[in-house]
């Protein structure tokens, strides 16, 4: 079963408008969580990371939260544009090790 | 700052061959490299790590006599997928750090490699 869950795993959005992106995990002992944008047929862009004592961390439009307590994290996409169509990729480290989320794809329409 | 370059971005090639894909850390020192493998609409899934000058680790499951990696220098490691088969075909990303594995700095992706073997 995989530690990192991730919801949902599609939605479709009208530019300019909001949304959130949900993260659950299990993973421990807990490093760090990070947020990865991934276009199609790209590798991975880093968006955010956080560590446990941190609760949340803004990259421009994108905003993480993370609650280490319950285990979830979300990020929040604002003002959305056609350019942030992708997947949206949660990855929780455990040290030396990193546990993918299987991403939650966002499609941006005019 | 923080480019790795992947190479080829895809390749086709007959079943039996064998594929060589280079990872390359452009702008800086890549302490430890990773490789993935993606199937369509699922998560990254870590193959193996290499650490400069030393042998890599592979996950369980991953063949390391399949997928050789090498990682000669701090700026390039090379995957080489051997006599591949169609199941190879796959999404192949890799990743460099600059702070080896107990970091909190994020790892840096290449665009992949898309492998198609027919």
């Known amino acids: 079963k995989n530690q990192v869950e991730q919801s949902p795993q599609s939605l479709i959005i009208l530019e300019g408008k909001n949304c959130t992106l949900q993260c659950n995990y299990t993973v421990s002992p807990f490093s760090n969580l990070r947020w990865y944008k991934q276009d199609t047929g790209r590798g991975p862009v880093s968006l955010t990371i956080?560590?446990?004592?941190?609760n949340t961390k803004s990259n421009g439009r994108y905003t993480a939260t993370l609650d280490a307590d319950t285990k979830q994290s979300s990020l929040h996409i604002t003002a959305s544009q056609l350019s942030d169509s992708a997947s949206y990729i949660c990855v929780v480290s455990e040290y030396y090790k990193l546990s993918f989320g299987a991403g939650t794809t966002v499609t941006v329409r005019a | 700052g923080a480019v790795v370059s992947q190479h080829p971005s895809w390749v086709i090639c007959k079943s039996g061959t064998s594929v060589k894909i280079e990872c390359r850390s452009l702008?800086?020192?890549?302490?430890?490299m990773f490789w993935y493998r993606q199937f369509p609409k699922q998560s990254l899934m870590l193959m193996a790590t290499s650490n400069e000058g030393s042998k890599a680790t592979y996950e369980q499951g991953v063949e390391k006599d399949k997928f050789l990696i090498n990682h000669a220098s701090l700026t390039l490691s090379t995957l080489t997928v051997t006599s591949a088969h169609p199941e190879d075909s796959s999404f192949y990303i890799c990743?460099?750090?600059?702070?080896?594995?107990?970091?909190?700095?994020?790892?840096?992706f290449g665009d992949g490699t898309r492998l198609s073997i027919l």
């Open positions: 702008d800086f020192q890549a302490t430890t």
């Open positions: 990743s460099a750090s600059f702070a080896g594995t107990y970091s909190n700095q994020p790892q840096h």
């Open positions: 956080m560590t446990f004592s941190e």
